[in-house]
C-alpha cells in the first residue's frame, strides 16, 4: 500500500492499466485541486476505483489533535506506526504550514525535542504531501500560502522526495518558490545541490553559534559540516538564486547569548551575506537550559543591526501546545479527536 499522493502522474497512468489516459488526470486533479483520494472521487467507476484501492490509501491517521487560537497542530500515526506531527499556523489573511520529512531525525541537536527522539526513517512523498492537502483544507476560508520545511527531520536527508514535494507543491498546489522555505542544519553536499536547483525557493540554516567548538556542542553534524563550508554553500546559493540564506539562531540562555556571541555571528553573516532570524528558545522535557531572557535578546538583536547586519525576532506560535520551533516529538498527550485522513473536509 501506497499514498494516492505518491506516485508522480506518470506511474499512476501505469498502475491503472489499460484505462484511458483521461482517468488519469480525472484523478490527478481530484488529489490535488480537491484534496481526495480516487474512492471518494464521484467521476471514477466503481471497478476503477475497487482496482486502484488495493494499492493507494492514504497514510495519515490521526491519533491526536490540538489548537490554540492561532495554531493547529496534528499528531499521526503512519502505516508502519511511526509517528509524525504537522503543524499550522494562521495568521489575519493567510495560513502557513509547518511539515514534517522525517519520522525523527538523526542530527542530535539535544535542545530540540525531535533530535532527543532520535532517527526513524525518511518520510515518502505521499507522506508528505498527505500533510499538505489536510493544511489546506483546514485553513479554509485563508489561503494556505506558504509551506516550511521546519517540522520534524533533516529536510536535506530525504533530498528526493523533498524536492519531489516542493515541484509538486510549485505545479499542483500553485504554491509560489518564494512562498517555500527549507531548513537545514548545514549538510553542506545537499546544500549544494540545492544552489544549483536555481529555485527561488528560500533556504534557511540553523546555526545557532558562530564557532566551530560551540556548535558542534550544539549541533553534532558540525564535525563534518563546518561552519566554514556552510558560509562557502550560503554563498554559492547567493550567486546561483539571488536570493540570501537565513542562518537561524535559537537563543539558549547563558550559552550563545552574550555580546561576544554576536559579534562572532556578525562576522559569519556578514561573509555569508545572511540575514539572521533569532528564535527565543522552546522548552522541552530533554534540555535543562532555558531561554534568553528578552532584555538579553533585545541586546544581541541591536548589535547585530548597529553592525549592519539585518535580524529579525521570531514570534513563536503554538508554544503552549508544543507545537513551536524544536518542539515536535511526537508525543500522545494531546486530545484524541475522530478524524478521517482521507476526509479533511471533517476539520
Known amino acids: 500500500m501506497i499514498s494516492p499522493w505518491s506516485p508522480t502522474k506518470e506511474q499512476l497512468v501505469e498502475l491503472m492499466g489499460d484505462q484511458p489516459r483521461y482517468r488519469a488526470d480525472q484523478i490527478w486533479r481530484g488529489l490535488y485541486e480537491q484534496g481526495r483520494p480516487p474512492s471518494e472521487?464521484?467521476?471514477?467507476?466503481?471497478?476503477?476505483?475497487?482496482?486502484?484501492?488495493?494499492?493507494?490509501?492514504?497514510?495519515?491517521?490521526?491519533?491526536?489533535?490540538?489548537?490554540?487560537?492561532?495554531?493547529?497542530?496534528?499528531?499521526?500515526?503512519?502505516?508502519?506506526?511511526?509517528?509524525?506531527?504537522?503543524?499550522?499556523?494562521?495568521?489575519?489573511?493567510?495560513?502557513?504550514?509547518?511539515?514534517s520529512s522525517q519520522a525523527g531525525c538523526a542530527m542530535g541537536c539535544g535542545f530540540c525535542a525531535t533530535g532527543q527522539a532520535g532517527y526513524d526513517r525518511n518520510l515518502t512523498v505521499g507522506e508528505i504531501v498527505e500533510q499538505l492537502v489536510v493544511a489546506r483544507e483546514a485553513a479554509k476560508p485563508r489561503r494556505l500560502s506558504n509551506v516550511v520545511f521546519m517540522g520534524m527531520g533533516e529536510p536535506f536527508a530525504n533530498y528526493p522526495n523533498v524536492m519531489a514535494t516542493i515541484d509538486r507543491l510549485l505545479t499542483d498546489f500553485q504554491i509560489g518558490a518564494r512562498h517555500i522555505t527549507v531548513s537545514t542544519i548545514g549538510l553542506v553536499p545537499q546544500m549544494l545541490m540545492f544552489a544549483e536547483e536555481r529555485l527561488q525557493v528560500g533556504l534557511a540554516v540553523s546555526l545557532h553559534a558562530a564557532n566551530n567548538d560551540l556548535r558542534t556542542e550544539l549541533v553534532p553534524v558540525n564535525k563534518r559540516h563546518p561552519i566554514e563550508d556552510i558560509v562557502?554553500?550560503?554563498?554559492?546559493?547567493?550567486?546561483?538564486?539571488?536570493?540570501?540564506?537565513?542562518?537561524?539562531?535559537?537563543?539558549?540562555?547563558?550559552?550563545?547569548?552574550?555580546?561576544?556571541?554576536?559579534?562572532?555571528l556578525v562576522k559569519v553573516a556578514k561573509k555569508a551575506r545572511a540575514h539572521v532570524n533569532l528564535i527565543p528558545l522552546n522548552p522541552t522535557p530533554g534540555w535543562p537550559t532555558k531561554g534568553s531572557s528578552k532584555g538579553r535578546i533585545n541586546a544581541f538583536v541591536q548589535h547585530l543591526h548597529d553592525a549592519g547586519v539585518q535580524a529579525t525576532v521570531r514570534s513563536n506560535r503554538g508554544t503552549d501546545i508544543d507545537a513551536a520551533c524544536g518542539q515536535l516529538r511526537a508525543s500522545q498527550q494531546s486530545v484524541p479527536v475522530t478524524l478521517s485522513p482521507s476526509s479533511p473536509k471533517s476539520q
Open 41 to 99: 472521487l464521484p467521476n471514477i467507476p466503481k471497478k476503477l476505483k475497487t482496482a486502484l484501492s488495493t494499492e493507494l490509501t492514504p497514510s495519515l491517521l490521526l491519533k491526536a489533535k490540538q489548537e490554540n487560537n492561532d495554531t493547529v497542530k496534528w499528531l499521526w500515526q503512519l502505516p508502519d506506526d511511526e509517528q509524525i506531527e504537522t503543524v499550522l499556523m494562521h495568521y489575519p489573511k493567510r495560513s502557513t504550514v509547518c511539515v
Open 232 to 264: 562557502a554553500a550560503s554563498q554559492l546559493f547567493r550567486e546561483r538564486t539571488g536570493r540570501r540564506v537565513s542562518f537561524e539562531w535559537a537563543m539558549i540562555d547563558g550559552t550563545n547569548d552574550s555580546l561576544n556571541d554576536a559579534a562572532e
